[in-house]
């Protein structure tokens, strides 16, 4: 049974790109700007008017973290432990939802976690995809607000970066 800190909290190894199944190719393409290029620009329109038009595929906006860094968060921040539980992963995902509800009341905003198409990281912090992002752009004060909360509440990991898209992964790429 995984119920005291020391379990909780026990180090898990950052992902190791080197060993990662994701190839370079996987990867290629994905926007670095904020500003999408035309062909991953959803138009709801078009999908209404245009039989053969095809949805772009789904890019999620934020940064990359991994299980660690949730682990780090959660015990930095002093947020309430799980209630026991048999295997570590379980204990995990108990973790990531608290940071993430306490993220998200932090930056009065919706942000979610997203499984990444990534060799370097095992979730994304996102606060945009590709589909909505016209819809539910945050005014830059706010946006800088909200960039400025999760790099100051996870730390190094995240500061270090600036926020970028990611493809998700998805099961076809099994």
């Known amino acids: 049974m995984i119920s005291t800190e020391k379990e909780i909290y026990e180090p898990w190894p950052r992902p190791n790109p080197a060993k990662s199944w994701i190839k370079p190719e996987d990867i290629a393409g994905?926007?670095?700007?904020k500003e999408l290029p035309e062909e991953y620009r959803y138009n709801t329109r078009r999908l209404r008017m245009d039989p053969e038009y095809r949805r772009p595929r789904k890019l999620f906006y934020g940064f990359g973290v991994d299980i660690q860094?949730?682990?780090d968060y959660h015990k930095n921040h002093r947020l309430p432990l799980p209630p026991p539980v048999e295997r570590r992963p379980q204990a995990w995902h108990r973790i990531m939802d608290a940071v993430m509800e306490d993220l998200c009341?932090?930056?009065?905003?919706?942000?979610?976690?997203i499984l990444p198409l990534s060799p370097?990281?095992?979730y994304v912090i996102s606060f945009y995809d590709s589909y909505y992002i016209r819809v539910q752009e945050l005014e830059d004060d706010e946006e800088e607000d909200?960039?400025?909360v999760i790099k100051e509440r996870f730390g190094?990991?995240?500061a270090k970066q600036s926020p970028r898209w990611f493809f998700p992964y998805t099961r076809d790429q099994d």
């Open 105 to 113: 009341a932090r930056c009065n905003f919706e942000i979610r976690r």
């Open 146 to 148: 909200v960039i400025r």
């Open 30 to 33: 994905c926007p670095t700007e």
């Open 69 to 71: 860094d949730f682990l």
């Open 120 to 122: 370097h990281y095992d």
């Open 156 to 158: 190094d990991p995240v």
